[in-house]
């Protein structure tokens, strides 16, 4: 399975993001979702969407991004608005697998400007 990040870039403080993931390699349906790492700081969990279409969001986070998911083109997205400063990172798509904790895509730069 491969996983195939893009959307990120620079954007202000204030402006909106949209992430995409599209997972290769295999048509099985899991929950698929977002990590993000700040420099120097650990990997934190942004975002999660099960097949059937729940969605867990980080609390903080959760008044501005929202997660979605095409089934068809076996696709999350993740919608970002009122972006800050602190959310500079790069953004990792997750996809669970059946053994240890999930397989990570190669992640996208996001970074917002003050």
């Known amino acids: 399975v491969q996983l195939q990040a893009s959307g990120g870039g620079l954007v202000q403080a204030g402006g909106s993001l949209r992430l995409s993931c599209t997972a290769s390699?295999?048509?099985?349906?899991?929950?698929m979702g977002w990590y993000r790492q700040a420099p120097g700081k650990q990997r934190e969990l942004v975002a999660v969407?099960?097949?059937?279409?729940?969605?867990n969001i980080v609390n903080s986070l959760s008044g501005r991004f929202t997660i979605s998911g095409d089934d068809a083109k076996n696709t999350v997205y993740l919608q970002m608005h009122a972006l800050k400063p602190e959310d500079t990172a790069v953004y990792y798509c997750?996809?669970?697998?059946?053994?240890?904790?999930?397989?990570w895509g190669q992640g996208t730069q996001v970074t917002v400007s003050s």
């Open positions: 997750w996809r669970y697998m059946d053994y240890g904790p999930g397989f």
């Open positions: 390699g295999s048509n099985r349906l899991v929950p």
């Open positions: 969407i099960a097949p059937d279409g729940s969605t």
